[in-house]
């Protein structure tokens, strides 16, 4: 089969998956856009850079030309690819994966696909608890049922994703599961016992001491005030807990300040790339992610793959599909004391190597890749009848 791939920019965690679905088609990812350095740190990111990983390597991929006004992948208007009609009726293409649908681009790939007669898919990770103002929920709940139905099927990512076609009406037999996923065997041959000391000696970290990571942009939708309260609590209980964060942002000041004024010891890593990441992973001993809203938590899926368990918020997306009770956790957000709880129960009792592994399976790549073979054949099979009604 012949898959064209609609994407707003290289993304680090979505470049597995492009190389996953290569090896399973004849698959050309298009990206509307190209994120400059300064635009990574204007995402959050606070500090400018390239990742050091080759984001395009390993399958087929063109930059269409974005003639928006102000280009920018944050923005409906700030992709704008006219051509990819053209490239589309050029490659032959049996279906269209659109990587969303909140940018201009995918709007004009998806009437250019449906003119052609190309089957259309679409894979999302929204969720009904993001929080969004009541004048957009109502006007979403009047548009989205027809236009949702515009795609030949509907890929999501969990639970909470699957609930949010539903909650609007599309069709459950069009619908199929294609997880996040990251390079799981990437990810655990970098997060090596000798990794995990190198970094804690250069840390000064105690070998019995434990060690909860924040990864990520810190800024106050991550919430790492309430990581610090936690530990400030699992430490007056007796446990020894430290705090790792791997991310700059505009809270970081204010997140070290806090630590030193409740006696919690925090080694702040500053920006870690790609490459460094799993180091990190392996020096600590869970990741938490504390976060106010997340569609998914990508960086779940990477601890997950280091062995390392996780603790998230209720509000994260993931949460329900990683909230096993012994691998994965789940608090409310902003309670500080039931992080604290759920700290000090991961700690107490960590989970096996294999509990971990179970828990990591679930979001393989080869799944994703298994959601997409379903929902194309679905597609294309429901396209072609379209068109088959269409002719004299």
């Not at 201009?104 to 679409?122: C, E, F, H, N, P």
Request: net charge positive; charged share 20%.
């Amino acid at each position: 089969m012949r898959l064209a791939v609609l994407a707003s920019h290289p993304v680090q965690y979505q470049a597995p998956f492009y190389r996953a679905l290569a090896r399973r088609f004849d698959a050309h990812v298009f990206f509307a856009h190209r994120a400059s350095p300064a635009e990574q740190a204007n995402a959050g990111f606070a500090t400018p850079f390239e990742w050091d990983v080759d984001l395009t390597d390993g399958y087929a991929h063109s930059f269409l030309r974005n003639v928006a006004r102000l280009p920018d992948a944050s923005r409906f208007a700030g992709c704008d690819t006219p051509e990819i009609g053209a490239r589309l009726r050029a490659g032959g293409f049996d279906a269209l994966l659109l990587m969303g649908w909140h940018l201009k681009s995918y709007m004009q790939g998806l009437i250019a696909a449906r003119r052609l007669g190309v089957a259309t898919l679409v894979r999302g990770d929204s969720h009904l608890w993001t929080p969004r103002a009541r004048a957009k929920a109502l006007a979403k709940r009047a548009l989205y049922p027809p236009f949702l139905r515009l795609f030949d099927a509907a890929l999501h990512v969990g639970q909470r994703s699957r609930d949010y076609y539903l909650h609007y009406g599309y069709p459950a037999d069009r619908l199929f599961h294609a997880p996040h996923a990251v390079d799981a065997a990437w990810f655990a041959a970098r997060a090596t016992q000798e990794a995990r000391e190198r970094l804690r000696a250069e840390c000064a970290v105690a070998p019995q001491a434990r060690v909860v990571l924040f990864a990520g942009k810190v800024v106050a939708a991550k919430r790492p005030l309430d990581l610090v309260a936690a530990v400030a609590r699992a430490r007056a209980q007796g446990l020894d807990v430290q705090i790792m964060i791997a991310g700059d942002g505009a809270q970081l000041s204010e997140t070290v300040a806090a630590a030193a004024a409740v006696g919690a010891p925090l080694h702040a890593l500053g920006f870690r790339n790609q490459t460094q990441m799993p180091q990190v992973y392996a020096a600590s001993d869970a990741l938490v992610l504390p976060s106010a809203h997340e569609t998914w938590g990508m960086v779940v899926n990477e601890a997950l793959a280091c062995g390392r368990p996780v603790v998230v918020s209720d509000t994260c997306g993931c949460a329900p599909d990683v909230s096993d009770g012994v691998a994965g956790r789940a608090f409310r957000m902003g309670d500080a004391a039931r992080l604290a709880q759920a700290l000090e129960a991961t700690m107490a009792a960590p989970p096996s190597a294999d509990a971990i592994a179970r828990l990591g399976a679930k979001f393989s790549l080869e799944t994703a890749v298994d959601g997409v073979a379903a929902a194309a054949g679905r597609a294309c099979a429901r396209s072609g009848a379209a068109m088959a009604a269409l002719r004299p």
